[in-house]
């Protein structure tokens, strides 16, 4: 279970810094590529080589993914402000934390098949060689653009 969680939260991470901020706020080498949030998606299919209709299957995908993950925000926002004040307190309260991320945890399992579909479909989108190198990406994180 745990396993599912942390992936689902790795993705969920990996889709967040594609939309928003490319690979990383500077990019590779310190060179600044500003705010754009698509250029990690670009950047990704272009390392993946992929035909407009892929991009398209994936794209849609991934949109499908984000309205569905979307409605998680508040939970995240939650669990976040539940282990601030965990950490805050005199005395670190563990029992609570953990009963109440066990709540989180429960919640994002539930979107286990829009994370299933969305995979699905971006695999069915690509070749055997370009589901290697997403894989290798994914593995690796954003520092492989860099090599």
Known sequence: MFGFVFGTLCLVAFVSVLRHRGWGHHGCNGRGFGRHGRFGMY???QELDTSPGQEKAIRAALGELRQSLAELRPQFDAARGQVAGALRGDRFDGATLESSLER???????HGAALSSALGKVHEALDPDQRRRLARLIETGPGYFCM
């Open 43 to 45: 950047r990704a299919f």
């Open 104 to 110: 989180h945890t429960a919640e994002l399992a539930r």
